[in-house]
Nanobody, 115 residues
């Protein structure tokens, strides 16, 4: 059984920073990619950033130059550093793990940016 657990969300003022963490455990076997998605209030889930096993990154245009995705492969953990936060970054953030035998999601962590 695979577990994906996010942490690090919270309330922050506009212009502030947060770091999200996501730890994956269980029978994931080989991880192909790790990523972060978010779902703003009343909107659909959207891509924030992804990081492949080869180190390639992808960012949504709205977060480029403000957010940074990174990983610790020894711990099967992926991070999302979020700087210069804006009110429009308010959302539930979800971690996604793409393994060779499945696609796994965390339960989500709330990020609220006050203006």
């Amino acid at each position: 059984q695979v577990q994906v657990v996010e942490s690090g969300g919270g309330l922050v003022q506009a212009g502030g920073s947060l770091r999200l963490s996501c730890a994956a455990s269980g029978s994931i076997f080989r991880i192909r990619a790790m990523g972060w998605y978010r779902q703003p209030p009343g909107k659909q889930r959207e891509l924030v950033a992804t990081l492949t096993s080869s180190g390639s990154t992808t960012y949504a245009d709205s977060v480029k130059d403000r957010f940074t995705i990174s990983r610790d492969t020894t711990k099967n953990t992926v991070y999302l550093r979020m700087d210069s936060l804006k009110s429009e970054d308010t959302a539930v953030y979800y971690c996604n793990i793409q393994g060779t035998v499945g696609n796994y999601w965390g339960q989500g962590t709330q990020v609220t940016v006050s203006s």
